[in-house]
């Protein structure tokens, strides 16, 4: 495979390339009625949840993509690594800030108890 990095291409030809649409099978660039590019998403590294700590930089990158999700849309890479970035946010809170369950429940089924005689009124 051959690596090209546009970074210092003109702009027109960068804006080219972000404006395809790459979906899971890619996207077809065709010149004159002929197919000369196919593009495929690139696939994100993935990371074991077990290797992985959840950084001020990890967190300032999700915080990227979810403004840029919102401003006009990611690219299925970004998609990607935004789900893949979340999902290691949830395994963090999880281990450092697990939420009480069996308080929640029994709360809940108090709740229940206490709705139970307003419901047989109605």
């Not at 291409?9 to 649409?21: E, M, R």
């Amino acid at each position: 495979m051959t690596h090209v990095n546009i970074d210092r291409q003109p702009d027109a030809v960068k804006n080219f390339f972000a404006t395809l649409a790459l979906t899971a099978e890619g996207s077809l660039v065709e010149m004159n009625g002929r197919a000369v590019v196919h593009l495929t998403p690139a696939k994100p590294i993935v990371v074991e949840p077990d290797e992985s700590e959840w950084t001020p930089q990890s967190n300032h990158r999700r915080c990227d993509l979810v403004d840029k999700k919102f401003a006009g849309g990611l690219t299925s890479v970004e998609e990607a690594e935004l789900a893949q970035l979340t999902a290691g946010l949830r395994r963090f809170v999880d281990r450092v800030a697990p939420v009480p369950l069996d308080e929640v429940r029994k709360l809940h089924q108090q709740l229940l108890e206490k709705a139970a005689p307003a419901d047989s009124r109605a």
